[in-house]
């Protein structure tokens, strides 16, 4: 079965610092892989998704994540952040039984 | 635009009062899932339907119904709540032609559900 791991619980970061979050999965074929992003109290939000291709992946709010097969990663980014991107971020990956599988997520601090 | 809406945003009720929470989507998808985040945890899937095939995890407890009366509308009823059913619960919505969109999912904002 597929899984992922977000070896990351908590980071912490200051406004207009880059930022990244690791992700790992485990799955035999190729994947499909997201990102989503939680506020507090709200639902989960798209960032973005890679089905296959072009392996450096741009998301919405100026994210983007790299697909790495060798490294069985999909890595999420962001150059500059903004105190608005304090949130939850979960990885997923989708395995043939057509469900997503979530990482345990990662809590995002921005400091002044 | 089209959503995923979650009525209502906030619920509480009684250890071992039945409630029924709501979800209804104007995408016109197929797939609709209800899943069950706890604090700090990821989201974990009760159950799903296709269209109006029911689809129960495993590991769903029977305390935790669902009905989908139409393509729009599916409820999440919890028979006899108890302290450990309180958490925020996630409706989603997918197209579920292929592969790739079944698994596109759009959530709801999510209720929060407090059990006293």
């Known amino acids: 079965a597929q899984s992922v791991t977000q070896p990351d619980i908590h980071i912490t970061v200051s406004e207009g610092a880059s930022l990244e979050l690791r992700c790992n999965y485990s799955?035999?074929?190729?994947?499909?892989l997201f990102w989503y992003v939680q506020s507090p109290g709200q639902g989960l939000q798209l960032l973005l998704k890679?089905?296959?291709?072009?392996?450096l992946v741009q998301g919405i709010k100026g994210f983007e994540a790299e697909f790495k097969r060798s490294q069985s990663s999909f890595n999420l980014r962001k150059p500059s952040v903004h105190w608005s991107d304090a949130a939850e971020y979960f990885c997923?990956?989708?395995?043939?039984?057509?469900?997503?599988?979530f990482g345990a997520g990662t809590t995002v601090t921005v400091r002044a | 635009d089209a959503m995923v809406i979650q009525n209502p945003r906030y619920q509480v009720t009684q250890f071992g009062k039945p409630v029924t929470l709501s979800c209804s989507q104007t995408?016109?998808?197929?797939?609709m899932y209800w899943y069950q985040q706890k604090s700090s945890q990821a989201p974990k899937l009760l159950f799903h339907?296709?269209?109006?095939?029911?689809?129960n995890e495993a590991d769903t407890p029977d305390n935790f119904q669902s009905r989908r009366p139409n393509t729009s509308f599916c409820f999440l009823d919890i028979r006899s709540p108890g302290l450990g059913d309180a958490a925020m619960y996630l409706c989603?919505?997918?197209?579920?032609?292929?592969?790739?969109?079944?698994?596109?999912?759009?959530f709801g904002p999510g209720t929060r559900l407090t059990v006293l």
């Open positions: 989603a919505t997918s197209p579920g032609i292929s592969k790739s969109s079944y698994n596109e999912q759009f």
């Open positions: 997923a990956v989708v395995g043939n039984d057509y469900k997503l599988s």
């Open positions: 995408l016109n998808h197929n797939v």
């Open positions: 890679y089905f296959s291709g072009d392996t």
């Open positions: 339907y296709y269209d109006k095939d029911f689809n």
């Open positions: 799955y035999g074929a190729t994947p499909y």
